[in-house]
């Protein structure tokens, strides 16, 4: 494929590493990056909590399984070699009832399967030697899951790209994508540029749904948007997280539940909750798209969602709206840290997957179009990933499997 252009729709951390990933094995192709914004990541990249998994939570064999373990290795090693921030601080993922512990133990059996580094069992007792203000019935503890700081590491690839003469073009919202003899040509609505590439690798996240069916891609699954709200705690009281807290998750759902996160920069954050948003890029609760709005009605699959799952719905919505309610789960784990102690912080926008039955798409799922790949499901732990999934496109691209 020397001397052929590969064109990247959008400027995460996902399709960065991916364009990285082509530039490092394929020197002779040019890649260009294309997004609507006038940074990277300015949308998922740049609103997750900046945790590094460790491969805790996926069905052994799936794609994230195999891309967790893999891209963590990866990204630890990125992180060392440009001296970017990565703390492994470590995980406690903390049963509080009874009706947790047998939960708690078939994810330990799934984790264990998945070889996640470092991983055991502790008891009520232990939970308070490595988190003294955590309080549960017994835990899981994995000292290599760490934190970092995912918009550092998406400008790092960016400057990766240049380097080795792509180019990431901002500013470039993607309106056409049409087949010509032997390529694409892609076409934007800022301009009359119009972009032709030999192949096209489709990671726009939020609106990945739309891009893909711009490349007449099927309509399933399509993106309905969750917006997960954060809470800050307040200076006085960080010193009592020093590392990551998390419940035993609900198997039905792929979010993880409101957990206490400590950053790279100091702080803790609580979160996220999940609320529909009405908005692909509803970061505010104020901010409603009619057009968003009208496509999450009309898909099928958000009405059986919602038969399904509309208790858990409205309590994410009291949380939502109440700090009080909010904090009255987190303090399970950490119990003095309540809601006089936080204060309301950022928010990001999940892009969650839904089939047509309303099945919530839990792993990563990758369409193969003609000379179009489109990454149709990515969420977390995407980031973490992002190295390894990068890979895994590239082979699927180039037809030459590499690493492991």
């Keep these: ?35 609507k914004e006038q940074d990277v990541a300015v949308h998922q990249t740049g609103h997750n909590s900046g945790v590094v998994h460790a491969g805790i939570y996926y069905p052994p064999g799936s794609l994230k399984a195999r891309l967790c373990t893999r891209g963590m ?93 792509g180019e990431v073009r901002l500013g470039f919202e993607v309106t056409r994508v049409t087949r010509v003899p032997n390529g694409i040509e892609v076409t934007s609505a800022s301009g009359p540029d119009t972009v032709r590439v030999d192949r096209l690798i489709l990671c726009a996240g939020l609106q990945s749904d739309a891009v893909a069916r711009l490349a007449e891609d099927r309509a399933e699954p399509r993106i309905i948007p969750f917006r997960g709200e954060y809470m800050t705690v307040l200076p006085a009281k960080t010193h009592m997280v020093r590392g990551l807290i998390y419940p035993v998750p609900d198997p039905r759902y792929p979010f993880l539940g409101v957990h206490f996160t400590r950053r790279v920069s100091g702080d803790v954050e609580v979160g996220p909750n999940a609320v529909l948003a009405y908005a692909r890029e509803g970061y505010r609760r104020t901010r409603v798209s009619a057009r968003d709005l009208a496509g999450i009605v009309a898909w099928p699959g958000t009405w059986h969602m919602a038969r399904q799952h509309w208790r858990t719905g409205l309590k994410e919505m009291r949380g939502s709206l109440s700090k009080s309610a909010y904090m009255k789960a987190a303090r399970l784990y950490v119990p003095e840290i309540g809601a006089a102690d936080v204060m309301r912080a950022g928010a990001g926008v999940r892009a969650q997957a839904l089939d047509r039955d309303g099945t919530l798409v839990d792993d990563f799922r990758i369409h193969q179009v003609g ?34």
């Design 1 to 35: 494929m020397a001397d052929e252009t590969i064109g990247i729709v959008g400027a995460g951390i996902v399709g960065l590493a991916t364009a990285r990933e082509i530039a490092l094995r394929h020197p002779g192709t040019r890649v260009v990056v294309l997004d």
């Design 73 to 165: 290795g990866l990204l630890r090693e990125y992180c060392a070699d440009r001296e970017l921030p990565y703390d492994e601080c470590g995980k406690l993922v903390v049963a509080v009832t009874d009706e947790e512990l047998p939960r708690m133990e078939a994810l330990y059996a799934k984790a264990l399967e998945n070889q996640v580094p470092g991983l055991r069992r502790i008891s009520a007792g232990e939970i308070g030697e490595i988190e003294p203000h955590a309080a549960g019935k017994a835990a899981l503890h994995s000292p290599r899951t760490a934190i970092t700081d995912y918009t550092w590491i998406a400008r790092e690839f960016a400057k990766d790209i240049a380097g080795s003469g």
């Design 371 to 404: 000379r179009v790949t489109a990454v149709r499901n990515a969420p977390s732990p995407a980031a973490t990933s992002s190295m390894a999934i990068a890979e895994h496109l590239v082979d699927a691209v180039f037809g030459e499997p590499t690493g492991p």
